[in-house]
């Protein structure tokens, strides 16, 4: 059990730029999440996947953004036109079942400029 | 609408007294609450959780307790240690929606435990 892992750790870019975020889940994990955290507040659902489909969209998650998990194996996050207010950590989080904790990588930080 | 609360931003403790965290939700179809633990540059770290059907968990030092008619639960940790300081959210999910997976988080509290 390797953890989580997040890929890039920092992101710095410039407003109207497109970004894009990988997880790799803990293997044989079929459900996984996005979540975003913004400073002084806990975590916001944003998307998850079992395997490869994903089952359940936030309100948060705007047409800017776009998530993917091909075979159902590591996922991507998207983010087209950033913003300034896109600036936040984005969390990924895999868990084995659906009672199960999730468990969570230590994300990647996104700066808007 | 912030479902999950946690009204106090910082708790100080000395070591090895008790700590005590609390947490306070609004939506009664919740049924399925979590504590977690983050430390600076990491993700939130699993510490315990419990169900609606009960009323009380332990897992080592620390013991979830939850309060159904009042909407409230807590997190006690005894004894403090050093190790221990980090932000801890609390969270709580619908679970028979069939999505334990879909957390909300409180705001979080940061715990300081001082030698």
């Known amino acids: 059990d390797t953890g989580v892992s997040q890929d890039p750790r920092h992101k710095i870019t410039k407003r109207g730029q497109n970004v894009t975020f990988r997880c790799d889940p803990i293997?044989?994990?079929?459900?996984l999440y996005w979540y975003r955290q913004t400073l002084g507040q806990g975590p916001e659902f944003l998307t998850y996947?079992?395997?490869?489909?994903?089952?359940?969209k936030s309100r948060l998650l705007s047409d800017r953004f776009s998530a993917e998990r091909p075979k159902g194996s590591f996922s991507t996050l998207e983010i087209q036109r950033t913003e300034q207010g896109d600036s936040a950590m984005y969390l990924c989080?895999?868990?084995?079942?659906?009672?199960?904790?999730?468990?969570f990588g230590n994300g990647t930080r996104l700066t808007v400029t | 609408d912030q479902q999950v609360k946690q009204n106090s931003p910082s708790l100080s403790v000395q070591e090895g007294r008790i700590s005590i965290l609390n947490c306070d939700y609004t939506?009664?179809?919740?049924?399925?609450f979590l504590w977690y633990k983050k430390y600076p540059a990491e993700g939130p770290t699993f510490l315990i959780s419990?169900?609606?059907?009960?009323d009380k968990n332990e897992d080592g030092r620390f013991t979830v307790f939850l309060n159904k008619s009042a909407k409230h639960l807590s997190l006690h940790s005894v004894p403090s240690q050093p190790g221990d300081s980090a932000v801890y959210f609390c969270?709580?999910?619908?679970?028979?929606?069939?999505?334990?997976?879909?957390?909300?988080f409180g705001q979080g509290t940061t715990l300081q435990v001082k030698p």
């Open positions: 419990i169900s609606s059907i009960k």
């Open positions: 293997s044989e994990h079929n459900r």
């Open positions: 969270a709580a999910s619908a679970a028979q929606g069939g999505n334990t997976g879909k957390l909300i």
């Open positions: 996947f079992q395997n490869e489909a994903q089952l359940e």
């Open positions: 989080a895999s868990s084995l079942s659906p009672n199960s904790p999730l468990h």
């Open positions: 939506n009664s179809m919740f049924d399925y």
